[in-house]
């Protein structure tokens, strides 16, 4: 005898099929912010400290003060009238914040060629206290180009030459004002520390 399915029956097996779909589909979206149990998760990286101011802040000198960059300075050099043998270098702080020369307190020189040591310092010309520069204040250093008692026998003359701020910069190139030739002598050249007045540096 065949078997007769009922109206009321259809609906019954409809029903539960509709809620079954209900059930799975909800349980779904409960899961779906959640990574299955042991898939990978993406983690970002632990920010580390960098010792080369990655994050742009400004290099510190030993006395914790901002160290003059050459992009915070503006250069000037020039023979000194009335002077023989000397060179006056100055540099200008044009910048908004205040630097120092804690860390190279003296001018690293380079005349023409760079395997050569940079010109040692007058030791006695040191300041009592590495000089700073407030914005738009200048610094002096005074530069004897060749021993006196040598004349112009030695060395060659230079209209521009390098100046680095720490020994390991590369050396920035000053030319000299006017561009007028000065002789001179690296083997006898040397060159006075930072001075804070063009007072202190003339004494040299």
């Not at 230079?158 to 004002?177: E, I, N, Y």
Request: aromatic share 4%; with cysteine; proline share 11%.
């Amino acid at each position: 005898m065949p078997i007769t399915v009922t109206a009321t029956a259809r609906r019954a097996a409809a029903a539960a099929l509709l809620a079954t779909a209900t059930l799975v589909l909800t349980t779904g979206c409960h899961d779906a912010g959640r990574p299955a149990e042991g898939s990978a998760r993406a983690v970002s990286p632990v920010p580390t400290l960098s010792a080369s101011h990655d994050d742009g802040a400004p290099p510190r000198g030993p006395d914790g003060r901002v160290v003059c960059t050459p992009e915070m300075l503006r250069f000037h050099a020039g023979a000194m009238p009335r002077r023989p043998h000397r060179m006056l270098l100055t540099v200008t702080n044009f910048s908004d914040r205040p630097c120092t020369f804690a860390a190279q307190p003296y001018p690293l020189l380079r005349f023409g060629d760079d395997r050569r040591a940079p010109l040692p310092a007058i030791e006695a010309s040191a300041p009592p206290a590495a000089v700073a520069l407030a914005p738009n204040r200048t610094a002096y250093a005074l530069i004897t180009t060749s021993a006196a008692h040598r004349g112009h026998h030695r060395g060659r003359k230079v209209s521009q030459f390098g100046v680095a701020l720490t020994a390991r910069a590369t050396p920035t190139q000053v030319g000299l004002d006017g561009r007028a030739p000065v002789h001179v002598d690296p083997h006898t050249a040397r060159v006075t520390y930072w001075q804070p007045s063009l007072a202190t540096a003339r004494k040299w």
